[in-house]
């Protein structure tokens, strides 16, 4: 099991088990294998931007007015601090195996999930990035060896430093099963532990 992964795992205290199977190279053949339902298997693709997107990766916590201040009718709300944003072109996209990626979904979604925060947060920070439309993609082999740094299947986790995007149909399943760094293992969570830690972006992307 990759060491990533374990320790990701026992540090958010969500209970896995480790499954051994024969060699596999795709999530699907993983779920053929072990002979489960592919809607339990995850699938997580590298997906590329065309243009760099601006990603709220932090919401501060408003600040408390001071203990000595006195409160009056004229007295001003502490303003909230400005939301941490940070600009990326790859992105993980996770969905169930037996499914497809659905690129319109994604950059649609993308835009969707921009404009909404753009117009809820600009007033805390006038310098965030307007809404873009983009086109999604597979992202290519170098990509992945340059950002990731691994030949195994993608787990959908925190670990890679990119924005995870899962699809809501995998929130249904009791348990979720998932690479564990490796092409012979893989590893089972429960579904609810997983997801209360790991809070993806959480919308429909596959076909």
């Given at each position: 099991m990759d060491k990533k992964i374990q320790k990701f795992l026992e540090g958010e205290d969500i209970k896995f088990e480790v499954i051994k199977h024969r060699k596999v190279y795709t999530a699907?053949?993983?779920?053929?294998?072990q002979h489960i339902n592919p809607k339990e298997v995850v699938k997580t693709v590298l997906v590329k931007f065309d243009k760099p997107l601006a990603f709220v990766t932090e919401f501060p916590a408003p600040q408390a007015a001071p203990k000595k201040a006195i409160k009056t009718s004229k007295s001003k709300a502490v303003p909230a601090p400005a939301p941490k944003v940070e600009k990326y072109s790859l992105a993980l996209v996770a969905v169930p195996a037996g499914k497809h990626l659905d690129f319109k979904k994604i950059d649609?979604?993308?835009f969707d999930v921009q404009s909404k925060l753009y117009k809820k947060l600009v007033k805390q920070n006038p310098k965030l990035p307007k809404p873009i439309k983009v086109k999604s993609s597979i992202a290519k082999e170098k990509d992945i060896a340059a950002k990731l740094n691994t030949k195994y299947?993608?787990?959908?986790?925190?670990?890679?430093?990119?924005?995870?995007?899962m699809d809501k149909k995998l929130t249904l399943n009791k348990n979720i099963i998932f690479t564990a760094g490796s092409f012979t293992e893989s590893v089972k969570v429960p579904s609810k532990q997983f997801f209360k830690a790991t809070e993806p972006i959480l919308g429909n992307f596959a076909k």
């Open positions: 699907f053949n993983a779920a053929e294998t649609t979604f993308v299947l993608l787990a959908p986790l925190e670990i890679y430093d990119l924005p995870l995007f």
